[in-house]
């Protein structure tokens, strides 16, 4: 069973990989200027917040390994954002 979660890890992981590389193709686009030959304004803010959105998704289904949190971290989390709601 470990071997099978770990290969669909490194699935995810190269998911998340791709959408933070369509991220970076993006801001690349904005910073050089080249965005104005392939959208318009409103087109590219709406392909920008997409990328942004796709990548953010991704980081949240799959961490890196120095993202997650232990256990203890994760309940101290939830005991902390559950007292600020009361």
Not at 17 to 37: C, F, I, M, P, T
Not at 39 to 46: K, Q
Request: charged letters at 30%.
């Amino acid at each position: 069973m470990r071997q099978a979660a770990r290969k669909w890890e490194l699935v995810a992981l190269k998911w998340r990989n791709l959408a933070e590389q369509r991220r970076a193709h993006h801001v690349d686009l904005y910073k050089s200027g080249r965005w104005k030959h392939y959208y318009t304004d409103e087109e590219f803010v709406a392909q920008m917040r997409d990328a942004n959105a796709i990548a953010l998704r991704w980081a949240l289904i799959a961490p890196l390994p120095e993202e997650r949190m232990a256990p203890a971290e994760t309940e101290q989390a939830v005991e902390i954002e559950q007292s600020r709601a009361a």
